[in-house]
């Protein structure tokens, strides 16, 4: 079975700086999807960045962006240019590109953003 | 316009109360979805419908029972609920299975 683990339960940037929230995974299989999910007080789980396995480039959205080493199994989560409106917890997903019907997700990493 | 609206978005009850939650997306997914966030903030799925069929069911116990009238919504129906059933649970859409989640804003569920 796949696992999704990411090791910060914590995590904290001052306003303007980057910060590097981690994410590793467990799976045997070639072809998936990872993602980045964002909830931030309001509950709300919003799509921050999506990777699909197969692609050797890194995804980006605006300030958002990811090291995706796929024969470590790791998909890193950098957030550039640090904004308060950044705090949230994160979380880390992995959906196989078989069995299509459900996210499994990490425990989450809480991000706090310092002025 | 809310694209997957639940409702409530509290609910407060005493043990072994029945009680539903509901779910209606307007965006015309054939895809839904319920996700459980339990009070560590650990998110799991336990059950996916699509086009009103379903497709996962997590091993959640069977006290819980979903309903899909039609594409646009999936209600969850909980029978006798237990302290240990209290989280925030969300609904989800998705066009097909192989496109991104959207989530409604969760129903944060309390028993006393």
């Known amino acids: 079975a796949q696992t999704v683990t990411q090791s910060q339960p914590e995590m904290s940037v001052q306003e303007a700086e980057t910060v590097t929230l981690s994410c590793t995974y467990d799976?045997?299989?070639?072809?998936?999807?990872l993602f980045w999910y964002k909830q931030p007080p309001s509950r709300q789980m919003i799509l921050v960045i999506r990777?699909?396995?197969?692609?050797?480039q890194n995804a980006t959205e605006n300030r958002f962006s990811v090291n995706f080493q796929k024969a470590a199994k790791s998909f890193s989560l950098k957030i550039s240019d640090s904004q308060l409106g950044d705090a949230a917890m994160y979380f880390c997903a992995y959906r196989s590109a078989w069995n299509t019907d459900k996210l499994i997700f990490g425990t989450g990493t809480r991000l706090q953003v310092f002025p | 316009d809310t694209a997957v609206s639940q409702t409530p978005k509290y609910l407060v009850t005493q043990m072994g109360n029945d009680k539903s939650i509901k779910c209606e997306q307007n965006?015309?997914?054939?895809?839904m979805y319920w996700y459980k966030q339990d009070s560590k903030k650990f998110l799991k799925i336990m059950f996916s419908?699509?086009?009103?069929?379903?497709?996962i069911n997590e091993t959640v116990p069977n006290r819980f029972s979903p309903k899909s009238p039609d594409k646009a919504h999936l209600n969850l129906h909980i029978n006798s609920l237990e302290l240990g059933d209290s989280a925030v649970y969300f609904c989800a859409s998705s066009l097909g299975t192989n496109e991104k989640l959207f989530f409604g804003s969760g129903t944060q569920l309390s028993v006393l």
């Open positions: 799976t045997s299989e070639s072809d998936y999807y």
């Open positions: 965006l015309g997914h054939d895809t």
């Open positions: 990777q699909e396995a197969y692609k050797q």
């Open positions: 419908y699509n086009n009103k069929e379903l497709i």
